[in-house]
């Protein structure tokens, strides 16, 4: 059974720290893995995506790198504000074609002002 | 321009009754899903469609069926709503690479429903 855990289940830092999140995943066969932000009461939104070819992606502050071998993926925010306050997801695709992801249950972040 | 649209974004019905919720995607993608959000947040696939044909079948009861006349549109429909039915469904899609890598996928707002 594929499975996606996130740790840790829930974060609260004082603004301006870096920090990190961790997403491990059963079975090292992955096509790609994607990581997204759900602010409550709304969708989706995507952050990065990383190809299995791939070791890491990088938006403006966010950084996330992929370990195949170790079965992680980590989600590096510099400078944390606190609009980043969010549910951060970890989702891996296991194929490619219409495969779906399967999703972490979520790290809940809040950066106190 | 909303890339990926979902209609109704709120819905509230009896147990029993039969309800559908739209969805609609104008970035050309080929590849459509529903994934059910539950009341712990926790995201799982319910059905993928590439180029109107299901692909992706997990677990769900047949009173979950979903149509897709076009590759732009996924629709859900579901049957004899009951309690458990309550949750958060979300509509994606995707443009599978191939060779070149998978494609991002993309949600949709939401939907909410309500199951008295």
């Known amino acids: 059974k594929q499975e996606v855990t996130q740790i840790p289940a829930a974060l609260s830092v004082p603004e301006g720290e870096n920090l990190v999140l961790n997403c491990s995943f059963t079975d090292s066969a992955i096509y790609n893995l994607q990581w997204f932000r759900q602010d409550p009461g709304k969708g989706l939104t995507s952050l990065l995506l990383?190809?299995?070819?791939?070791r890491e992606q990088t938006s403006g502050r966010l950084n996330a790198s992929l370990d195949k071998s170790s079965g992680r993926s980590t989600l590096y925010i510099a400078a944390s504000q606190p609009g980043d306050s969010a549910t951060y997801l970890c989702?891996?695709?296991?194929?490619?074609?219409?495969?779906?992801?399967?999703f972490g249950k979520g790290t809940h972040l809040i950066i106190q002002p | 321009d909303t890339a990926v649209s979902q209609t109704p974004k709120y819905l509230v019905t009896q147990m029993g009754n039969d309800k559908s919720i739209k969805c609609e995607q104008n970035?050309?993608?080929?590849?459509m899903y529903w994934y059910k959000q539950d009341s712990k947040k926790f995201l799982k696939i319910m059905f993928s469609y590439n180029n109107k044909e299901l692909i992706i079948n997990e677990t769900v009861p047949n009173r979950f069926s979903p149509k897709s006349p076009d590759k732009a549109h996924l629709n859900l429909h579901i049957n004899s709503l009951e309690l458990g039915d309550s949750a958060v469904y979300f509509c994606?899609?995707?443009?599978?690479?191939?060779?070149?890598?998978?494609?991002?996928?993309?949600f949709g707002e939401g939907s909410r429903l309500t199951v008295l």
């Open positions: 994606a899609s995707s443009q599978d690479l191939g060779l070149a890598g998978g494609g991002e996928l993309f």
């Open positions: 970035l050309g993608h080929d590849t």
């Open positions: 989702a891996r695709r296991s194929g490619g074609g219409a495969d779906g992801l399967t």
């Open positions: 990383i190809q299995s070819s791939q």
